[in-house]
Nanobody
């Protein structure tokens, strides 16, 4: 069974950069679509970015376009969310997610079946 573990969260100042990593474990890992979601206090979970199974296609929420990038290394079973020019409204718990069936990048949470525990990101103003 595949498990996802996020790392790299913490506290940064507005305008700073932060790099989140998600490592997958398990022999049954199949390189399908993966994504990052976030949930701020009192808000619903929302998509941030997604990447297709080989990394050729990506999806970004409008509020992060031009500032965040997403990449993956299937040999290392990892994806990385590079957050640049962080804003205080980015403060949330960030979750890594993986699809069991979909190869295309998607911002819909319905496309993802495996979720990490989440990691806190705090951007101070």
């Amino acid at each position: 069974q595949v498990q996802l573990v996020e790392s790299g969260g913490g506290v940064v100042q507005a305008g700073d950069s932060l790099r989140l990593s998600c490592a997958a474990s398990g022999r049954s890992f199949t390189p399908l679509a993966m994504a990052w979601f976030r949930q701020a206090p009192g808000s619903e979970r929302e998509s941030v970015a997604a990447i297709s199974f080989m990394g050729a296609n990506t999806y970004f929420a409008d509020f992060v376009k031009g500032r965040f990038t997403i990449s993956r290394d299937n040999d290392k079973k990892t994806i990385v969310l590079q957050m640049n020019s962080a804003k205080p409204e980015a403060t949330a718990i960030y979750y890594c997610a993986k699809s069991k069936t979909t190869i295309n990048a998607s911002g819909s949470s319905q496309g993802y079946d495996i979720w990490g525990q989440g990691i806190q990101v705090t951007v101070s103003s």
